[in-house]
């Protein structure tokens, strides 16, 4: 199946700091989406960005779909932005079209 | 509008017995999704539905596991002769699908399943 990589798997800032996090995947994707996951395990959708450049506020996220991998940029970050952020990709071919799988996260802990 | 409802939000259970979760779906959503998350863990793919196609069953850890959906509504996850590395928050999320399009994953709080 499709192989999914975040990096880096753990990232300490301080508040004020910018960051990026990476997501590799093995094979073609028509759906990426960025969720982050707060401490209290609560999942929220940052992004669907199967391709292209997208901000919403202090984030933005950039796939580059020919090149498999997306980045999801974090500017000036604040201590509500702690918790882990995954990535999850659906292959384009090959069957379990709507199978989305998840990397294993990006554990963030911003200090104030 | 509501958001995607599971219930219950926590369950604690005796090891060997049955279990069953709810999912309510946002309405006119056509596709639902059933996730495990083993505590620090990532998210494990169970079962996906969509409209009135076939489930995709392929993530299911065993034949104890089984979900069902009524139409494009309620989802049930039923767990049989529960054992303890069943002990996970179980997640539920749809979204809307089309031939040409995808819309983002909306997910429920999740129900906390401890078997002792």
């Known amino acids: 199946g499709i192989q999914v990589e975040q990096s880096p798997p753990d990232l300490i800032l301080q508040e004020g700091a910018n960051s990026t996090l990476r997501c590799n995947f093995s094979?073609?994707?028509?759906?990426l989406q960025w969720f982050h996951q707060n401490p209290w395990g609560q999942l929220i959708n940052l992004f669907y960005i199967p391709s292209g450049t997208k901000q919403n506020g202090r984030l933005s996220a950039t796939t580059v779909a020919t090149e498999r991998y997306s980045l999801l940029y974090i500017s000036s970050s604040q201590t509500t932005d702690s918790g882990v952020y995954f990535c999850?990709?659906?292959?384009?071919?090959?069957?379990?079209?709507?199978?989305?799988?998840f990397g294993k996260g990006t554990k963030l802990s911003v200090k104030p | 509008g509501a958001g995607v409802s599971q219930s219950p939000s926590n369950k604690v259970t005796e090891k060997g017995k049955d279990v069953e979760l709810r999912c309510d779906p946002i309405s006119g959503h056509t596709a639902l999704y059933w996730y495990r998350q083993r505590l620090g863990q990532g998210l494990e793919f169970l079962i996906y539905f969509q409209g009135n196609s076939a489930p995709d069953k392929s993530g299911l850890p065993s034949d104890r596991f089984s979900a069902e959906r009524t139409g494009e509504s309620v989802s049930t996850l039923t767990i049989q002769r529960t054992q303890q590395e069943d002990s996970a928050v179980y997640l539920c999320?749809?979204?809307?699908?089309?031939?040409?399009?995808?819309?983002?994953?909306?997910f429920g709080n999740g129900t906390r399943l401890t078997v002792t």
């Open positions: 999320a749809s979204s809307l699908v089309g031939q040409d399009y995808n819309s983002p994953l909306h």
């Open positions: 094979d073609s994707v028509n759906n």
């Open positions: 999850a990709v659906e292959r384009e071919y090959g069957g379990s079209q709507g199978n989305l799988i």
